[in-house]
């Protein structure tokens, strides 16, 4: 039940309270609460749990990491720590 | 799918594996929270990739498992109650109570319906008038905003026929309990990102500074997970300990305002038993005062100690398999292969104890993905 998944919103129902809209999970569509991230934006990636989206994600944030990981790679041996 | 498959990749996480052998040094034990990772290192043979100084344990952070005995027994006297449509997330319904399952009370003629969202039960309240819907309004910091929400819409809405079996548990007293125990193991905790993601992170910083622990705040795919260990690992090796953001794509330091706002609204923090662990304080919510008439225990009354059958009520006794070493798996100090029952009296379809029925219960987990822990 903790299962909570990035998908993207296709549709937002502006009139409806709590503010509902359309999420898609890689194919799959379901009706989310959106009324926890009220400055959700047409085709914004969001967490949903339990019906709920409970936080946007940030693309930038996303590409960050996978670079990280792409330094990782290349500058291992930077990383090693000075004998104390 | 975006943001997930990039989160799959096999070299980034190769990578990332290397990255944490260059760094180690000496044994560490590090703890993961949340289930859905227990679930994803289990899966993904995560412990493997490590250099083997390190070691995983897997932490309380399943709600099916940490729901006590007791909330699990109100839940079926209520659910057995004639007039009643009971309501759940569905990996409830096969957690053990003292005598019986609410897939008993259902196969027994209860009315009791899996709902995916905790509006779909007010929904349902909506739709049957002549019927009490109770919802059982269990999870940790991620599920209760949406379960508040469903009590604020029932109040707004004026429905009258809907309330919540509430069993709400949180993150840091627990993380708490586990290092202030003489027998703490846990040496750096990966914190449950989508608990991070409606609470932020700042109210883990005392918990850094006071027992002198790294937390890192963590994601869910194997990538994540790795490079959530890489964090904690360079942290111990430093000596440093502090709160780190691995998970910075979906995790704000305030955490989720209007959720933290809506929280705050409808409940207040409360003493919670967590099931194999014992009395947290302040390791819950209830409901606030404005919206106790949402509140199962308060509209039923149901007692812990009597349970109701077809109308008729008698004294139980919380009775937990006496083989089951729950409590020191969700602790971190046993493994679930190393209790007797693992595999033989105790599987997914006759769970003795709770972390063997949700997928994201670590003796479940290693059942379904490990099949060379026989012991
Ligand atoms: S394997 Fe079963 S009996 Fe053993 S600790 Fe896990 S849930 Fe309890």
């Known amino acids: 039940m903790c299962l909570a998944i990035p998908g993207k919103v296709v549709s937002i129902e502006r009139a409806s309270s709590p503010l509902m809209g359309t999420v898609n999970f890689g194919g799959i569509q379901k009706q989310v609460c959106l009324d926890l991230v009220p400055d959700v934006l047409l085709d914004e990636y969001v967490i949903v749990h339990v019906g709920f989206a409970i936080s946007k994600m940030d693309e930038q944030e996303a590409q960050e990491t996978l670079k990280l990981f792409e330094e990782l790679d290349s500058g291992l041996d930077e990383l090693k720590i000075p004998e104390i | ?375």
């Open chain 2, 1 to 375: 799918m975006k943001f997930i498959d990039e989160y799959r990749n096999a070299e980034a996480a190769q990578a990332v594996a290397s990255a944490i052998a260059s760094i180690t040094t000496r044994p560490w034990t590090i703890m993961e929270i949340c289930g859905g990772q227990t679930h994803t290192i289990v899966k993904y043979g995560i412990e493997s990739l490590l250099p083997k100084e390190i070691s995983l344990v897997h932490g309380p952070g399943c709600p099916v498992c940490v729901t006590p005995i007791g909330m699990i027994d109100k839940a079926i006297a209520v659910a057995s109650m004639a007039d009643v449509i009971f309501t759940s997330f569905g990996d409830m319904l096969r957690v053990p109570g003292s005598e019986k399952d609410l897939l008993t009370v259902k196969a027994e003629g209860g009315t009791v319906r899996i709902v995916y969202s905790p509006l779909d039960a007010v929904t349902i309240a909506q739709k049957n008038p002549d019927k009490q819907v109770v919802f059982f309004a269990v999870g940790f910091e991620t599920t209760a905003p949406a379960n508040a929400m469903a009590v604020f819409q029932a109040k707004r809405l004026g429905i009258k026929n809907f309330s919540i079996l509430c069993s709400h548990v949180l993150v840091p007293p627990a993380i708490e309990a586990i290092l202030s125990s003489p027998q703490n193991l846990v040496q750096g905790f990966l914190a449950a990102g989508h608990v991070c993601t409606v609470m932020g992170y700042e109210e883990y910083i005392p918990l850094t500074d006071t027992y002198r622990v790294p937390i890192v705040v963590t994601g869910f795919e194997p990538v994540d997970i790795l490079q959530g260990i890489y964090m904690t690992i360079k942290q111990l090796e430093e000596g440093r300990y502090e709160v780190e953001n691995q998970y910075a794509r979906a995790v704000r330091r305030e955490g989720n305002i209007p959720a933290k706002q809506l929280l705050a609204e409808i409940f207040e923090t409360t003493d919670r038993t967590w099931r194999g662990i014992g009395e947290i304080p302040s390791s819950g919510y209830k409901l606030r005062e404005p919206y106790t008439e949402y509140d199962a225990e308060n509209k039923y009354r149901v007692s812990s100690e009597r349970l109701w059958h077809h109308g008729v009520s008698r004294h139980i006794e919380h009775q937990e398999s006496n083989l089951c070493i729950a409590g020191l798996v969700l602790q971190g100090l046993k493994k679930p292969h190393e209790c007797s029952a693992f595999r033989t009296e105790c599987t997914p379809e006759r769970p003795l104890g709770a972390p063997m029925v949700s997928s994201e219960g670590a003796c479940a987990a290693y059942y379904q993905y490990q099949p060379f822990f026989q012991e």
